[in-house]
């Protein structure tokens, strides 16, 4: 499995990228010097943004990618090559408080062994934040309505998006190390998910709706339609 948050044409058509990350720090809770992991952290530059908010230089980092491994080093995460999908997670157990991962379980085949990771290395108290693409936004959902394939949902490793009916598809290989999307959650089955598996959930939370961008009615509307929203985040407490 290989896992690594790349650029997702999703971003582009909601205009939603910087609301994304700013809704997915929002739920990170401050806590001094406090042990962090990144699942999925590319080449960390999100890693050190999340772990400057949590106010801890005691950040870890996994990705698939090797290359973006070295990148996240330069920048002081404690970053290692790992496959959470085929391998789980290499760390003792209770060894964080905070574990997060954005744009990540939607590629997981194995979603129930990354859940259950995540709650085993977590300490007793500490907290996991997830973000994911949501199935249930409206641009998927008209897509079905024509026919066509829900953009979130993908068929084919060659290409990201085949057979939608609001883009064409292109034969062009995609260049990422990036498996496709295997689970899509929406609102509801995201959170439990995690409650399934014992997590508390805390909060719920979104960002991004249909093609509108990230202004105050983008903002608006993924509050007042957060089921329907481009983007879907938790915040799990391990009790």
Same mark, same amino acid.
């Given at each position: 499995?290989?896992?690594?948050? #790349?650029?997702?044409?999703? %971003?582009? =058509? $909601? *205009? ?7 809704? +997915? *720090? ?8 406090? &042990? ?7 080449? @960390? #530059? ?7 908010? =949590? ?5 870890? @980092?996994i990705d698939v990618d090797s290359n973006a491994i070295k990148e996240a080093k330069r920048k002081g995460i404690n970053a290692v090559v790992a496959d959470v999908d085929n391998n789980g997670l290499a760390f003792r157990d209770e060894s ?12 997981i085949a194995n979603t129930d062994q990354f859940v259950t990771e995540i709650y085993r290395v977590l300490k007793r108290g500490g907290y996991t934040v997830i973000g994911t693409p949501n199935l249930a936004a409206w641009q998927h959902m008209?897509?079905?309505? =024509?026919? *066509?394939?829900?953009? @979130? ?22 260049? $990422?190390?990036?498996?496709?999307? =295997?689970?899509?959650? #929406? ?6 998910? +995690?409650?399934? &598996? ?19 009615? *983008?903002?608006?509307? $993924? ?6 929203? #481009? %983007?879907? +985040? ?6």
């Amino acid at each position: 499995m290989k896992i690594s948050k #790349t650029k997702n044409v999703l %971003f582009s =058509l $909601s *205009g939603s990228t910087h609301m994304m990350h700013q809704k +997915f *720090g929002d739920l990170l809770l401050p806590k001094r010097n406090c &042990y962090m992991l990144d699942i999925g952290c590319n080449d @960390g #530059t999100l890693t050190a943004k999340w772990g400057n908010r =949590l106010r801890t230089k005691n950040i870890y @980092g996994i990705d698939v990618d090797s290359n973006a491994i070295k990148e996240a080093k330069r920048k002081g995460i404690n970053a290692v090559v790992a496959d959470v999908d085929n391998n789980g997670l290499a760390f003792r157990d209770e060894s964080f408080d905070v574990v997060c991962s954005n744009q990540v379980i939607e590629h997981i085949a194995n979603t129930d062994q990354f859940v259950t990771e995540i709650y085993r290395v977590l300490k007793r108290g500490g907290y996991t934040v997830i973000g994911t693409p949501n199935l249930a936004a409206w641009q998927h959902m008209v897509s079905l309505l =024509l026919g *066509g394939q829900p953009r @979130g949902a993908h068929v084919c490793d060659r290409c990201w998006h085949v057979g939608t009916a609001l883009a064409p598809t292109s034969n062009e290989p995609r260049r $990422s190390v990036t498996r496709g999307h =295997l689970r899509v959650f #929406t609102w509801a089955s995201l959170p439990a998910m +995690f409650a399934i &598996y014992g997590f508390r959930i805390e909060q719920r939370t979104a960002a991004g709706w249909m093609f509108l961008p990230s202004n105050w009615l *983008g903002k608006l509307m $993924s509050e007042l339609d957060s089921r329907h929203s #481009t %983007f879907i +985040f938790i915040r799990g407490r391990k009790p």
